[in-house]
């Protein structure tokens, strides 16, 4: 399985990016998916997490209201839409997936990983 992430790059405060990861090797929609964030000296967080069929979201309180995750089954991709980006955006953000079945959401474990994209916010 390999996850790649796209879509990164510098934005303005207020501004807008849409990071989008392709993903391949097994049928995509037996997958949970998430975007996870870390900026430097903290530790990775979860910003959004989408089901299988995309119709159970999860988005950090941290950036509720301002980021949107979605996902095509077809096309075998996962985005996060992200508006009204603050400085404290500014991180790297890897996309995830997990076959495994779990009650628990949102996912927080993951076993394969994208190779992260760089957000930089200007303030």
């Known amino acids: 399985v390999q996850l790649q992430a796209s879509g990164g790059g510098l934005a303005q405060a207020g501004g807008s990016l849409r990071l989008s990861c392709a993903v391949s090797?097994?049928?995509?929609?037996?997958?949970?998916t998430g975007w996870f964030r870390q900026a430097p000296g903290k530790e990775r967080e979860l910003v959004a997490a989408?089901?299988?069929?995309?119709?159970?979201?999860y988005v950090a309180d941290s950036v509720k209201g301002r980021f949107t995750i979605s996902r095509d089954n077809a096309k075998s991709t996962v985005y996060l839409q992200m508006n009204s980006l603050k400085f404290e955006d500014t991180a790297v953000y890897y996309c995830?997936?997990?076959?495994?079945?779990?009650?628990?959401?949102?996912?927080?474990?993951?076993?394969?990983w994208g190779q992260g994209t760089q957000v930089t916010v200007s303030s």
């Open positions: 995830a997936a997990d076959s495994r079945v779990s009650t628990s959401w949102p996912k927080k474990e993951y076993d394969y």
């Open positions: 090797g097994r049928t995509f929609s037996s997958y949970v």
């Open positions: 989408i089901s299988r069929s995309g119709g159970r979201t």
